[in-house]
Nanobody, 119 residues
Framework: QVRLVESGGGLVQAGGSLRLSCAAS????????MGWFRQAPGKEREFVAS????????SYADSVKGRFTISRDNAENTMYLQMNSLKPEDTAVYYC????????????WGQGTQVTVAS
């Protein structure tokens, strides 16, 4: 059974930092491209960042470039999102997801973790 479990969300003041984790089980983690997405209240889910299996290929949404850093530890089957200089508009439920290239669609998703940035 494939499971992706996010953790690390919480309430933080604007300008602060949080580190999200995504623990994966039931799949071959090192073969996957992993991604972070978020969904704010009343808005559609949006892409935040992704990384290939080796970490040599990363992609970020323009809104988070220079502030967020995606990383992964294949030995621990875990992915991370370091979020610095947080803004109130970063408030959302953050989800991790996986896809197996060359598939373009993310087919496994976590349950999400809430990030709230207070102004």
């Amino acid at each position: 059974q494939v499971r992706l479990v996010e953790s690390g969300g919480g309430l933080v003041q604007a300008g602060g930092s949080l580190r999200l984790s995504c623990a994966a089980s039931g799949l071959t983690f090192s073969n996957l491209r992993m991604g972070w997405f978020r969904q704010a209240p009343g808005k559609e889910r949006e892409f935040v960042a992704s990384m290939n299996w080796s970490g040599g290929s990363t992609s970020y949404a323009d809104s988070v470039k220079g502030r967020f850093t995606i990383s992964r530890d294949n030995a621990e089957n875990t992915m991370y999102l370091q979020m610095n200089s947080l803004k109130p508009e970063d408030t959302a439920v953050y989800y991790c997801a996986s896809r197996r290239p060359p598939n373009k669609n993310y087919d496994y998703w976590g349950q999400g973790t809430q990030v709230t940035v207070a102004s």
